[in-house]
């Protein structure tokens, strides 16, 4: 549990902190230390990360990727979620768009939180002569479910503006993270 680590002039040694403390950097010219996280703010967090490819050449119907969620049990019926998705996309074509629906998934039962806008024009332009476009979607949502049930956080795609092929997880892997809030 012990950090090895340059002090400026020797290497140096950081002994393992107690349970439940993080490590902190002092900022620029201090050394890295062991802090405990005042309680209040945040509760738990999960994170998961998939690259399995799925695509969508439907205009009108949704395709749900699956494997791209992340499962949270919160503490207590009062608790918030802070439910962050970072999902890459990718288009061949130049006149497509993204749409997605944000879905919670508790016993069952599933709630639609959240429609996007179409996502035009937030694209990469990727290769001379290449009409694929590489981009990612980042999106926040602050939700309360009301449960200590296990908690599911997935979403569908769709490309709104034809039926061109969409993609997620084309190239890159797409990162999920809820975060319980106090």
């Known amino acids: 549990g012990d950090i090895y680590y340059n002090n400026g002039s020797a290497i140096a040694r950081l002994g393992a902190g107690t349970s439940g403390q993080l ?7 201090a050394n890295p230390s062991w ?3 005042a309680s209040g703010a945040f509760g738990q967090m999960v994170f998961n990360t998939n690259d399995t490819t799925y695509s969508n050449s439907s205009q009108s119907t949704y395709v749900r990727a699956t494997n791209c969620k992340v499962d949270i049990t919160p503490s207590s019926a009062s608790k918030s979620i802070l439910v962050m998705f970072n999902v890459n996309l990718r288009s061949t074509y130049t006149d497509s768009s993204f749409q997605h629906k944000l879905i919670r998934i508790i016993g069952g039962t599933e709630t639609v939180l959240r429609t996007t806008s179409s996502i035009y024009d937030y694209e990469h332009y990727a290769g001379t002569g290449s009409n694929n476009r590489y981009w990612h979607s ?6 309360a479910p009301n449960t200590t049930s296990q908690v599911t956080y997935t979403f569908e795609f769709r490309n709104a503006h034809n039926t061109n092929a969409i993609y997620v997880n084309n190239d ?3 990162q999920f993270m809820a975060l319980e809030i106090n």
């Open 23 to 29: 490590l902190q950097t002092g900022g620029s010219g």
């Open 35 to 37: 802090t405990t996280v």
């Open 172 to 174: 890159d892997q797409s």
């Open 138 to 143: 980042t999106q926040f949502f602050v939700d």
